[in-house]
């Protein structure tokens, strides 16, 4: 019989949104008044339509590809120059940083992105996560064998967590161990925190020091307020060497749908080999992207190049100010009633402390119960995560505003 890859056996069956599917249901099945009133604040997706000026661009697009004369069939692998051209005019050269149109790679999403990063590593790589994580990192590293079983409380032997607290910031500090790839996502998912110029220089300077890879998670990078926050990783000297970014249309555009995102892998970035050489890991993504990839569609490219004119522009900024209006009503409300509260000014997410010694999901049971409101166990994110909960930005103004008023009667 054909074998399986025994490391999905590994895998904690996903735990925390179904559970929380299940005390959810478990509440209304006992509370059927509460289904009108249930307002959910755990939701991880965007909830605005897309922007007019990508709509535009997409219908456009698909009448080009209806003529004889404009019409294309496969596009370049690695994505087309017109996005290339102008992610790296409006993302990077205009915050001072250089990066060539050949070392942006459009992809599907993220998620994929930072799955599929890991084909072009090798397995001896010790890995470090922030700790609580975006379970996408772990997951895809357990399933490719590189961990040993689940612990109890489930993370993983073989995987470095670094914790993230208030004491630190929620940056986590220089392990004193050697690690090869550490994950940073800044703005965070879930803590809603932001690294500053000067933490994000120790990392460099560490990655640097013990020639690691820094995976940098810049999904949010659009919610910064704050001047002072850097949105790129390369905006720390030296990281071109040590550093590769992710970064989506997602959240940014309302792109969780259309699915389009970028990784960039500047081509002074090297490994090393089995046989001990150093090589740039530039070309070996570049093979893996035009071996298994075959491009994002033409449509949802132009979709995502009319982000960057002067319509498309205006209409992301008022998207975030949107999501960001949120947050900050929320985070007047939660701090109104007494709450401890971190995240929220720079980032869709709010990282609340849980009152009084409560566990996470017994806070989840509270606000259930007492607001009718679905927040996310910060225990779900991981070991540090306990006696935390996270609430999102991402909702319609009229349940935010609910949500702080039925906030404001605690
Ligand atoms: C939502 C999110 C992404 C984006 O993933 P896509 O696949 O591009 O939709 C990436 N990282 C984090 C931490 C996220 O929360």
Redesign the pocket.
Known sequence: MFSLNSNYLKLKAGYLFPEIARRVQAFLDTHPEAVTDLIRCGI?DVTEPLPLAAREAMHEAIEELGQPATFRGYGPEQGYDFLRKLITQHDYAARGVSIAEDEIFISD????DGANILDILGTQNQIAVMDPV?PVYVDTNVMRGRSSDAREDGSYEGITYLECTPENAFVPEIPKEKVDIIYL?YPN?PTGTVASHAALSAWVEYARRHQSLILF?A?YEAFIQDPNIPHSIYEIPGARECAIE?R?F??KAGF?GVRC?FTVVPKELMGITSAGTQRSLHPFWLRRMTTSFNGVSYITQRGAAALYIPQGKAEVETLIHHYMGNATILRDALLASHHTVYGGTNAPYLWIKSPQGETSWQTFDRMLDHHHIVVTPGSGFGKAGEGYFRISAFNSRKKVLEVAQRLSHS
């Open positions: 991880g999403g993220s998620k994929c975006y996502c998912n998670d999904a992710l989506s997602s959240k969780t995102a």
